[in-house]
């Protein structure tokens, strides 16, 4: 049973990578956003034409990555959703919300100075953990019915 795993939220740090690597041998099929900052901001403008009003061009952007998140979202069997502390991450928010309300099981990644400020978002989580190993840990349970060690 491959598992399709979409991987959400945080781009600052290499959290993905940890994940995909320490899954090797796992059947999973991972899916992101596109992380490259610039590009995912810039895609509507780069395919549909300049915007000169900034308010229009990130729209454009943003309603280009909507299709690919959506789409990645509602063909996935898991949504992993990462919130780092340096940024606010209201896509992932959204991201998190939007698998929650189609039914998905949803993985939330954070470290415990912003549970609070999350914790509406980590009722809706089936896990919630603080590292990627942890995640890792989940997946290899859920296909094997394996623990760690």
């Known amino acids: 049973m491959t598992l399709k795993i979409y991987l959400s939220g945080e781009i600052h740090t290499d959290w993905r990578d940890q994940i995909i690597t320490g899954a090797k041998g796992l059947?999973?099929?991972?899916?992101?956003?596109?992380?490259?900052?610039?590009?995912?901001?810039?895609?509507?403008?780069?395919?549909?034409?300049?915007?000169?009003?900034?308010?229009?061009?990130?729209?454009?952007?943003a309603k280009l990555n909507a299709i690919r998140t959506r789409h990645a979202i509602e063909n996935a069997d898991i949504v992993v959703v990462r919130f780092g502390d340096k940024y606010k991450q209201w896509n992932a928010a959204f991201d998190a919300g939007f698998a929650s309300a189609l039914g998905k099981s949803l993985i939330v990644l954070h470290g415990p100075d912003i549970q609070h400020p999350l914790k509406e978002v980590d009722a809706a989580a089936l896990a919630v953990t603080e590292t990627p190993g942890q995640v890792v840990e989940i997946l290899r349970y859920v296909l094997s019915g394996a623990l760690p060690g």
């Open 27 to 61: 059947d999973v099929e991972f899916s992101a956003p596109v992380t490259d900052h610039a590009a995912s901001d810039d895609c509507g403008v780069a395919i549909m034409g300049a915007e000169e009003n900034k308010f229009w061009h990130d729209n454009k952007g």
